[in-house]
């Protein structure tokens, strides 16, 4: 399974984008998908995660009630909604899918991982 993310882009602070990640197979139907971001010059963070088969969603608390994750089965697409984005969220933002253990935060947890997209927020 590969996955495929998109959506980045420069937007200004207050501004919205949305990000998508698209497996190649149906089968992360039994997985976890997750958003993971890296600052220029910081490790890589957890995002924001859905478990597909419930919709089950978490969220770190530097983005809870901005960013919005969500699934769509018939597109086979994972997508997040990014809104009154800030100079701090500029990052590449990568995402990442495993049938892994629900509300894990670690990135070994996460075997599959898509090539990153850059979002860049202007002051």
């Known amino acids: 399974v590969q996955l495929q993310a998109s959506g980045g882009g420069l937007v200004q602070a207050g501004g919205s984008l949305r990000l998508s990640c698209v497996p190649s197979a149906r089968t992360v139907s039994t997985y976890v998908v997750a958003w993971f971001r890296q600052a220029p010059g910081k490790e890589r963070e957890f995002v924001s995660a859905?478990?597909?088969?419930?919709?089950?969603?978490d969220y770190a608390d530097s983005v809870r009630g901005r960013f919005f994750i969500s699934r769509d089965n018939a597109q086979n697409t994972v997508y997040l909604q990014m809104n009154n984005l800030n100079p701090e969220d500029t990052a590449v933002y990568y995402c990442a899918a495993d049938p892994t253990e629900w509300r894990t935060r670690f990135q070994r947890d996460f075997r599959l991982w898509g090539q990153g997209t850059l979002v860049t927020v202007s002051s």
């Open positions: 859905i478990r597909w088969r419930d919709a089950s969603k």
